[in-house]
């Protein structure tokens, strides 16, 4: 399965950006996804959010209240919605699906936020 991610780019401080998740199959119903950055090569990936296949969600306490995990299972394609971006969310965000040992990863999408 490929994940293939946009959305990323630059933006002010206090900003916005929608970041979109799209799987080569439809996994929505098997897989949890998740969005999760890193802040450069050889650094741990940091979970930012999780969406699982019941559509409960979980967030990384720095993400509650500015971020928002979403999927829309018509169009296979999920979510996330930054607001109130700051200076250190600038991160490689990544598209992530799990399910026991199966786990995907996308190629990443750079997210930069200017002061």
């Known amino acids: 399965v490929q994940l293939v991610e946009s959305g990323g780019g630059l933006v002010q401080s206090g900003g916005s950006l929608r970041l979109s998740c799209t799987p080569s199959a439809n996994i929505f119903s098997t897989h949890s996804m998740a969005w999760y950055r890193q802040r450069g090569p050889g650094k741990e990936h940091e979970l930012v959010a999780?969406?699982?296949?019941?559509?409960?969600?979980l967030y990384a306490n720095f993400a509650k209240d500015r971020f928002t995990i979403s999927r829309d299972d018509a169009n296979n394609t999920l979510y996330l919605q930054m607001s109130r971006l700051e200076p250190d969310d600038t991160r490689v965000y990544y598209c992530?699906?799990?399910?026991?040992?199966?786990?995907?990863w996308g190629q990443g999408t750079q997210v930069t936020v200017s002061s």
């Open positions: 999780r969406i699982f296949s019941d559509g409960r969600t």
């Open positions: 992530n699906a799990a399910r026991y040992q199966d786990v995907y």
